[in-house]
């Protein structure tokens, strides 16, 4: 039901991003094929995305936009119920469907208004990794990981969770993952060389980003702002992970991004939601999904049609937030460090590990 009216209520002004898709698709099997990046360059998304959306065409232009959109509506939730197996059987109860609740609000905004299929597969790839991990899956947990980095580039930062798997399981894991991005980069680096610069294309910098909250100043974003993004969420998820705080390395890795993001988009709250979700329920023993619905007031956009004329037409909150970028901003960057503090500092997450099941070897 409130999935149902969240869509309905978004529905009239929706889809804002599914043009990049349905563009890269007929770019990638059209006349750019494995050139894609070098000929597009402002499309900054992975190609498994691309694909995904070909697959929808033969829907017709309005109804592969509404097949995905629809579809992508229900992943968010669905993500979550994909983790109550993996709970101890005395959590599979409410608290499951009170946090699949709580990320619908966020994620409908991701999904439905803005549908930005290559954040919405990240994100289901990963889950399924992470779910993969907890079952000692190596090497589909490793491909899971690869293809959500093939959906979404920096989805690369979850990575770390493959070390959550025993020692004897990590080679088979890295090397699933390091042959899934092969599989899926490999051929576009190899025909067109210039497809790693490419991903490194000028991006504006925003009043309400947390870089800008953290004093980079002028129009376009430092060149090294995408290596540190990397480097910095990366290397925070390992430290999470290291220190048996397993269930926050999504949330943290997601945290540090948004901190080091030159950008403050609203779709932004999808991810964002569905990450403090995987912790409310792995990584505490809350009852209520206190951090999934914290994140969504706190990232929580208002929305306007109108967006030239904004600081005329709207009033009260949506005014004050259109108004005071760089206050939000700095509301967004506090909640970036709380959160890493939270899963760095805080105790470690209650057991939630399922034992391979009987016959199944442990390195498939």
């Known amino acids: 039901m409130l999935v149902t009216a969240l869509v309905v209520w978004m529905w009239p002004t929706s889809a804002l991003s599914w043009h990049f898709f349905a563009d890269g698709a007929a770019a990638l099997f059209g006349p750019s094929g494995l050139h894609l990046y070098v000929d597009h360059p402002d499309l900054q998304i992975g190609p498994v995305a691309f694909v995904v959306s070909w697959v929808l065409t033969p829907l017709?232009?309005?109804?592969?936009?509404?097949?995905?959109?629809?579809?992508?509506?229900?992943?968010?939730?669905?993500?979550?119920?994909?983790?109550?197996?993996?709970?101890?059987?005395?959590q599979r109860g409410l608290r499951v469907w009170w946090a699949a609740l709580a990320v619908v609000p966020g994620w409908v905004v991701l999904s439905v208004r803005w549908a930005h299929l290559d954040d919405v597969l990240a994100m289901l790839f990963t889950v399924l990794a992470l779910r993969l991990v907890l079952q000692h899956r190596p090497a589909w947990a490793g491909a899971m990981v690869a293809l959500a980095a093939a959906s979404k580039p920096w989805a690369i930062d979850f990575a770390p969770i493959l070390l959550g798997l025993d020692r004897r399981m990590w080679r088979t894991a890295l090397l699933s993952l390091a042959g899934g991005l092969v599989l899926c980069w490999g051929p576009f680096l190899a025909a067109a060389p210039g497809t790693l610069a490419a991903l490194k294309p000028n991006?504006?910098?925003?009043?309400?980003?947390?870089?800008?909250?953290?004093?980079?100043?002028?129009?376009?974003?430092?060149?090294?702002?995408?290596?540190?993004?990397?480097?910095?969420?990366?290397?925070?998820?390992?430290?999470?992970?290291?220190?048996?705080?397993?269930?926050?390395?999504?949330?943290?890795?997601?945290?540090?991004?948004?901190?080091?993001?030159?950008?403050?988009?609203?779709?932004y709250v999808g991810s964002i939601a569905l990450a403090a979700a995987v912790y409310d329920l792995l990584g505490t023993r809350w009852r209520g999904p206190w951090l999934t619905l914290v994140s969504t007031a706190v990232f929580w956009q208002p929305f306007t049609a109108d967006w030239e004329h904004r600081l005329t037409t709207t009033t009260g909150y949506a005014h004050w937030w259109f108004s005071n970028p760089d206050a939000v901003g700095y509301i967004h960057l506090a909640w970036c460090v709380a959160v890493v503090a939270l899963v760095i500092l805080g105790p470690r997450p209650p057991a939630a590990a399922v034992p391979v099941p009987a016959g199944r070897p442990s390195g498939t």
Do not use: E, K
Request: proline residues 6%.
């Open 203 to 267: 991006v504006l910098l925003a009043p309400g980003s947390g870089l800008y909250a953290l004093g980079v100043r002028g129009q376009i974003v430092p060149a090294w702002d995408r290596t540190l993004a990397f480097v910095a969420a990366t290397g925070t998820a390992l430290v999470a992970q290291l220190r048996g705080r397993w269930a926050g390395v999504l949330v943290a890795a997601v945290a540090v991004r948004i901190a080091l993001d030159p950008q403050d988009n609203a779709y």
């Open 60 to 90: 017709g232009s309005t109804g592969a936009r509404v097949a995905a959109q629809l579809l992508m509506a229900l992943v968010g939730p669905a993500c979550v119920l994909l983790l109550r197996p993996v709970l101890p059987t005395s």
